[in-house]
């Protein structure tokens, strides 16, 4: 299990201290929400927002972009230091070329699907993504409640990636707490991602223990 904070949850005016600590705990993956106010109703921040943070962690940046058409700021996200960057399949026109436009840029390429999405949507993509994000709230805000579906969509899309003969990695993201974390990873999620449940109760070490505890 990867437990990767998302740092929408964070402190903002303390993001080096955070990125720190979170390095200090043991943690080796970041979520980082990037939000344009359009594809979803919030604003965060961007890639030079990233840039900085990147010359104070060396943790993977695990970069989450909730924009529209974000074949536009491919090449800017990577130059800012992202490891990985996921798309929404929602956001794009032409979603196989984005892909490969952030190949070409040097970063892992996933792609998110809202709660509705069909996985259908991605079903031919499989292959060449590294990980999947199934979104289990709406986008655009921490604190939200896990939408119950979307268990059955983790199970739905391991078997789609079994039957690809691929080893795409399954994220999930939206209320993820202690008490759904070992369900949805037996579900087959690889990657959770906690805001809210995770940044609200320090120290972080002891609660990145916790997740793994409850996944165990
Ligand atoms: C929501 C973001 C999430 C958010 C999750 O739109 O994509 O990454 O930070 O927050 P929690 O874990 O509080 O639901
Ligand atoms: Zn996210």
């Excluded at 940046?61 to 074949?71: K, R, S, W």
């Excluded at 090449?75 to 960057?85: H, P, S, T, V």
């Excluded at 995770?198 to 916790?210: L, N």
Aim: glycine share 6%; proline share 6%.
């Amino acid at each position: 299990m990867i437990l990767s904070p998302s740092m929408l949850s964070s402190d903002f005016a303390n993001m080096e201290a955070e990125l720190k600590a979170l390095e200090a705990a043991g943690l080796e993956w970041v979520h980082l929400d990037v939000m344009d106010g359009m594809f979803v109703p919030n604003i965060t921040f961007g890639p030079p927002i990233i840039k900085a943070m990147r010359a104070k962690s060396n943790l993977f940046f695990d970069c989450h972009l909730m924009i529209n058409d974000p074949g536009r700021y491919i090449a800017d996200f990577a130059a800012a230091g992202a490891d990985l960057i996921c798309v929404h399949a929602e956001a794009c026109t032409h979603l196989e070329r984005v892909c490969a436009q952030i190949v070409e840029a040097g970063a892992k390429p996933a792609v998110a699907l809202n709660p509705h999405t069909p996985l259908e949507s991605i079903k031919y993509l499989i292959p060449q993504l590294h990980m999947v994000l199934i979104m289990s709230v709406n986008p655009g805000f921490g604190g939200q409640k896990f939408i119950p579906f979307c268990l059955d969509k983790v199970r739905e899309l391991k078997a789609m990636i079994r039957a690809a003969g691929a080893e795409t990695l399954i994220q999930i993201d939206g209320g993820v707490s202690l008490d759904n974390a070992r369900e949805l990873t037996q579900a087959g999620v690889d990657v959770l991602v906690s805001g809210s449940a995770f940044f609200k109760f320090p120290p972080y070490g002891e609660r990145y223990k916790a997740f793994q505890d409850a996944c165990a």
